[in-house]
């Protein structure tokens, strides 16, 4: 079986008490700086690298089994530190897991699992080639599905954030597809008093999945 590498201290850590196997670690004790970089692939290995099993991906249609789920969505986001960055905050406020697109996105790579702090190993994520096509299972399937859009005419405060959720954010720079945001039940928007436009798509991701945890617990 192909193998691949992780490095930095919290993936390294979280890789071992997670899902795959970890075949062999280097450390700073008995590899030089340099060759961990070279191992890594990255300068940013924080005296640590690891030799792992490929990411398990998840099943796709498994993730809104729960008939109180919530998923995050990610249409083609690219950059794999803001795919850690969400998954990192999706396994902290409890989500079920997350869907990614096989073309055109960022995957789970050693990047993105530093990033996410190690939280890729705990959180569920399946990659699908058609996400309009998941949408519409996730509706099927009794689920509420919201878009992330800031010229929404409707706010995510006013939202029922009960049952099935999915939370839709789409690519950094062009935001959701017509066809994803088409397939959507709703677009809400994030309100903003600043000058800046958006939000960036991880920050977005820790407003709206945060607002559907909180929810949450207040219905307890």
Not at 38 to 57: C, F, N
Not at 113 to 132: D, F, M, Y
Not at 153 to 158: E, L
Not at 159 to 170: A, Q, T
Request: charged share 25%; with cysteine.
């Amino acid at each position: 079986m192909a193998t691949e590498r992780i490095y930095g201290r919290n993936p390294v850590r979280e890789a071992q008490r997670g899902r795959r196997r970890v075949h062999r670690v280097w450390t700073g004790e008995d590899t030089g700086t340099d060759e961990l970089s070279r191992l890594a692939g990255s300068p940013d290995h924080q005296g640590i690298v690891a030799e792992v099993d490929p990411y398990p991906y998840a099943d796709p249609g498994v993730l809104l089994a729960a008939e109180d789920a919530f998923v995050v969505a990610l249409d083609q986001v690219q950059d794999p530190r803001n795919l850690g960055a969400i998954c990192r905050t999706a396994e902290a406020a409890g989500a079920a897991g997350a869907v990614i697109c096989e073309r055109r996105a960022a995957a789970v790579t050693a990047a993105a699992c530093k990033a996410s702090a190690g939280a890729v190993e705990h959180l569920p994520i399946a990659r699908v080639r058609n996400l309009t096509d998941w949408i519409a299972g996730a509706k099927d399937a009794g689920a509420w599905v919201y878009g992330a859009d800031g010229t929404a005419a409707t706010s995510y405060r006013t939202l029922d954030l009960g049952g099935r959720v999915v939370i839709v954010l789409g690519s950094e720079g062009d935001g959701l597809r017509p066809r994803v945001a088409g397939a959507c039940d709703e677009l809400v928007r994030i309100p903003s008093v600043g000058r800046v436009g958006s939000l960036n798509v991880s920050a977005a991701a820790a407003v709206l999945l945060f607002a559907v945890a909180e929810a949450r617990s207040e219905a307890v």
